[in-house]
């Protein structure tokens, strides 16, 4: 039952993640004033299928010069970690609703920092290692920030178990109670995804699209759905931490997708950040201020236990 669950578990976020890329299109489509895609099946709905079939049919390069078991590799192990992340998911059914299931969410998340850059690294091309140095400076940066938001949350809740926060959230949302943190959370797991204003792992003025740029076909596809499902399970966390959290109803599926709307939203608005202003807010402002948040809500803890004692 287990295989089976986390099997069905994998198609549907497969599906979501297709169906992600449509969404994508059309809302940016409708921000610049255009269509977007609009002829394959009915208003476009059989887009993302076909591009697919175009991706996966193309012919595979294989640069000369590319260490080639890590260049093959890396693609295909992004995707897995991006997965094997959805499988802390609180399901009712008990699927690997562990304890420790934020524990495992922060192993994984910075898991797949190693995979961009051996992706960078093994191309063996200027362009491409650069944008995996970015990359690691990058999440490397936001990391530390996020672990220290969700230390807040966690204070809170005073467990690592996901379906805890659904429990805390029944009568108010935490984002009522920690609005700013909760901000600070959305900007930070931009960055993580790698998302506009903070594409800089592959900015096509400079990099020719970074690390990925060695990658056709079978390969770039893999790497294009590792990013979506991680956009996808990013607003899923962020409904679990402080949109109510409420698993077992469909309302959280519109939150879902409301979040995953944000994503792209920001995408359609924003210009991209410059490089080294992004290190400024993650270092100098992020830092500091989940730092006196986290001291802030221990403190608090700390003082209703001493009531309760």
Do not use: H
């Amino acid at each position: 039952m287990v295989l089976l669950s986390s099997l069905l578990l994998v198609l549907c976020v497969l599906v979501g993640v297709a169906f992600l890329t449509l969404l994508e299109r059309k809302v940016l489509g409708y921000i610049q004033i255009r269509k977007g895609p609009n002829k394959v099946g009915y208003m476009g709905l059989l887009q993302p299928f076909s591009d697919a079939i175009k991706l996966f049919t193309k012919e595979q390069i294989y640069p000369f010069m590319s260490n080639y078991y890590l260049y093959y590799m890396s693609p295909i192990f992004n995707l897995f970690l991006s997965l094997l992340l959805w499988m802390c998911l609180p399901m009712l059914s008990n699927l690997f609703n562990f304890n420790l299931g934020i524990l495992f969410i922060l192993c994984i998340s910075s898991l797949s920092v190693y995979t961009i850059m051996l992706a960078g690294w093994s191309s063996n091309s200027n362009y491409a290692m650069l944008g995996g140095m970015r990359a690691v400076a990058q999440t490397i940066s936001y990391e530390v920030s996020l672990s220290l938001i969700l230390l807040s949350f966690l204070f809170m809740v005073l467990s690592l178990n996901l379906l805890e926060f659904m429990k805390f959230q029944k009568f108010i949302w935490f984002i009522f109670l920690m609005f700013p943190l909760c901000l600070m959370w959305f900007v930070s797991s931009l960055a993580e995804t790698n998302r506009t204003p903070f594409d800089f792992a592959e900015g096509e003025s400079e990099l020719v699209s970074g690390f990925n740029v060695e990658y056709s076909s079978g390969g770039f596809a893999l790497i294009f759905l590792a990013e979506y499902s991680n956009i996808l399970f990013m607003s899923m966390l962020c409904c679990m931490l402080f949109l109510g959290g409420d698993f077992s109803s469909m309302l959280f599926m519109l939150k879902l997708v409301f979040m995953s709307f944000m994503w792209i939203w920001v995408r359609g608005t924003l210009p991209r950040f410059r490089y080294d202003k992004l290190m400024y807010l993650a270092w100098k402002s992020f830092l500091p201020i989940s730092l006196n948040y986290l001291m802030f809500f221990f403190g608090m803890k700390l003082f209703i236990l001493s009531l309760l004692i």
